[in-house]
Each structure stands twice: as structure tokens, then as C-alpha cells.
């Protein structure tokens, strides 16, 4: 067994929690209208045109596909007869997202736990399935403290391509100059989190304490049920390379 070197984690579910409300969303879209100057459009009717794209959209990813965000906000927003530039619905979009901001709460243990891994001499890195602007989930982590703590951060939505495609995770470990076999993942689905991982020779740890998935967790090489859980495996995998 290869030392370990590093410690991969998935972000929603694992290091924070996102949670969707219509309202929320709703609220957000004003904002973005209003960032347009649209505020005469109804925000009401822009989120029936987003969610009536949503779905199909999500389905033409395929297995390992991701979704263009931006180009279904695009859509959504000219079937209300809004026609905007890029640049000028990037900054919407910001506005838009930080809508969000007060749905996304980071785990207690977050901070605590990533400082811990790298006081232990370990890389840290970040895979995350996720169709939001990269640029704007890259903000998500300095706001909430994170971006100091992680050496390496990857986005689905950066790539194209989702977990378990083996491509992001290869993507990751190549910017943290560590092989699959040096690495721990961690995440909350046993499909995206496990599997995809452990194909490619990684260990992983499976996150019970937000959701508990469905699949095979006999799968994983370790699960906890809280995140500084993890912390004694990671001083057994270093003590055992002595």
C-alpha cells in the first residue's frame, strides 16, 4: 500500500450543505433582472422558462456530461425577450448567485478538519460535481474561508465532465503532483465518491453525517459518521507507512 500523500474531499454534502427553495430562487432572479436593468420583466416568469429548460438539460448531459449553465440562463432569459451581452450577463449572474449565499452553510468541522489534514503534512484537494459558473463557486470558497485550506479545487463545471468520469479526478491529482494510489477520498455518494474513486486505485472514505446514500457502502474502505471521524484514519494510513 502507497503512503498517503493527500486527501481528496467532495464539497455539497460533505464539507457544506446547500439547500434549494423556490422562493430563494425566485428572489435571486429579481436580482439578476434588476442587474440587467429588466426590472419590468417578471421574475416569476423566468423561472418557469429556467425550470421548464432545467430538466431536459440535465438529461442531455448524459452519463458523464455537464450542463451549460450559462447558455440555459441565456435561453431562458431570451424566451422573456431579454437579450443580453456576455459580459453584461456574467455580472448578472453574480448577482445571482450571491443570491444564494444564506442557503449555503458550511459544516462546523470544516475549517477544523481541512487544517488538521494539513498540519499532518497531507495535500488537499477538491472534486465537486456542480454546474454553477467555475469562477463564481472559486469566490464560494474564499467567502466561506476555504480557499487557504485546499490545495487544489476542481469543479465539474470547469471540465465538462462529471464524477465518476475518471478525468476529474485524474485532473485534480495531477495539479497536487500525487498518484491515486497516495490519495484518500472523501465524499457522501457511494457511486461518485467510492466507486469512481477506488477504480483508480484511490482509498475511500464514505461521509454519512448529511445524507446516507443508498448504495453499496461495504464499498468504501472507511465511513464516518462526523467529519473529524476522518482525522484517526488518516494518523492510522500515516502510521502505516512507517
Not at 464560494?140 to 476555504?146: C, F, I, N, S
Not at 457522501?188 to 443508498?214: F, I, K, Q, S
Request: net charge negative.
Amino acid at each position: 500500500m502507497a503512503a498517503l500523500e493527500a486527501v481528496l474531499f467532495d464539497y455539497g454534502d460533505t464539507l457544506f450543505r446547500f439547500r434549494y427553495d423556490e422562493r430563494t430562487h425566485a428572489a435571486a432572479l429579481a436580482g439578476l433582472l434588476d442587474e440587467l436593468g429588466r426590472a419590468d420583466v417578471s421574475a416569476d416568469a423566468l423561472f418557469v422558462e429556467f425550470d421548464q429548460r432545467l430538466g431536459p438539460g440535465l438529461d442531455a448531459r448524459g452519463e458523464h456530461g455537464e450542463l451549460d449553465y450559462l447558455a440555459l440562463v441565456r435561453d431562458a432569459l431570451a424566451a422573456v425577450g431579454v437579450v443580453v451581452d456576455e459580459q453584461a450577463l456574467l455580472r448578472a449572474m453574480r448577482v445571482e448567485h450571491r443570491g444564494w449565499d444564506r442557503n449555503r452553510e458550511l459544516h462546523p468541522d470544516s475549517l477544523q478538519l481541512l487544517a488538521a489534514v494539513r498540519e499532518r503534512g497531507l495535500r488537499v484537494g477538491m472534486v465537486s460535481n456542480v454546474f454553477d459558473i467555475p469562477e463564481l463557486m472559486h469566490e464560494d470558497l474564499a467567502l466561506m474561508g476555504l480557499t487557504d485550506l485546499i490545495d487544489a479545487a476542481v469543479f465539474s463545471s470547469e471540465l465538462g465532465v462529471r464524477k465518476p468520469h475518471p478525468a476529474v479526478y485524474l485532473h485534480v491529482l495531477e495539479l497536487l503532483g500525487v498518484a491515486p494510489a497516495a490519495a484518500l477520498f472523501v465524499g457522501d455518494r457511494v457511486r461518485e465518491d467510492v466507486a469512481g474513486p477506488a477504480a483508480l486505485g484511490m482509498r475511500t472514505c464514505l461521509a454519512r453525517y448529511y445524507r446516507n446514500d443508498g448504495g453499496d457502502q461495504r464499498l468504501a474502505d472507511y465511513r464516518i459518521d462526523a467529519p473529524l471521524e476522518l482525522l484517526p484514519i488518516c494518523d492510522q494510513l500515516l502510521a502505516a507507512r512507517g
